[in-house]
């Protein structure tokens, strides 16, 4: 069978239940905004395209959570849920890539510290390994070998978008301005659920389940928390270009 560090029962479960239920709304209000931003804004429409849609996915993750911690389907509802899992944290990972490409400080010729040829390549790859993962859980079950995919799959694109953002701190960045709060809320939520996500496969690395569920509640909470600060620092953006 298919078990994961999703449900746990009584008080757990409920914290589960309403973590995941402030996950949902954050997530669709972030995406509500971002897709108004993406209309309106003349600074790297695909920039928020990729927000938009990274966050429509987290809210979809979250229903998904919400459809296991209740316990309503089996193995494949749960793989469904993994595979929104990690695209939520791998289109994170890519709005923080564009957000480095098409800052405004940053010269049409520079590539900095990747080339986005190179950056698309590697992404593509990481992208395989996602799918890879998928076609496991739902064929065999969630064993050890499909745990650790998730594991690295999810701490990869972690790292990988938390790569861009440090870059972009080591560069010439206003600070206070929309571009600025959305690097801050973006990344924050990245580390959240990236994180969170991992740590939902620590059974690979001997961590008690009561251990796992109590800091993915936590980080779930703390990514939903996130996304609110996002909603409104976009919610400003929008009706500031209207």
Not at 47 to 72: C, D, E, K, M, Q
Request: aromatic fraction near 10%; proline fraction near 1%.
């Amino acid at each position: 069978m298919m078990e994961q560090a999703v449900v746990t029962p009584g008080t757990g479960g409920l914290t589960r239940f309403v973590a995941s239920v402030l996950l949902i709304v954050s997530c669709f209000g972030a995406s509500y905004y971002a897709a108004g931003s993406a209309r309106h804004s003349t600074f790297s429409t695909l920039l928020w395209r990729y927000l938009s849609l990274a966050t429509a996915v987290g809210g979809l993750f979250g229903v998904f959570s919400i459809i296991v911690t209740i316990g309503v389907g089996g193995a494949t509802l749960v793989a469904v849920r993994g595979l929104f899992g990690l695209f939520f944290i791998i289109f994170l990972a890519l709005s923080m890539r564009e957000l480095y490409y098409q800052a405004p400080y940053r010269s049409s010729g520079s590539d900095g510290w990747i080339s986005l040829t190179r950056a698309r390549r590697l992404e593509t790859i990481f992208m395989v390994i996602v799918i890879i993962e998928f076609g496991i859980a739902i064929l065999i079950g969630l064993t050890r070998v499909s745990q650790t995919i998730q594991l690295l799959a999810s701490l990869a694109f972690t790292l990988y978008g938390v790569s861009f953002a440090h870059s972009m701190r080591n560069e010439t960045l206003s600070s206070g301005t929309v571009i600025d709060s959305v690097l801050t809320y973006t990344i924050a939520v990245l580390l959240c659920i990236g994180i969170g996500f991992a740590v939902e496969s620590g059974a690979v690395v001997g961590l008690p389940d009561t251990t796992i569920d109590s800091a993915v509640n936590i980080l779930t909470v703390m990514g939903a928390s996130f996304l609110i600060s996002l909603i409104i620092r976009l919610k400003q953006n929008v009706e500031a270009v209207r």
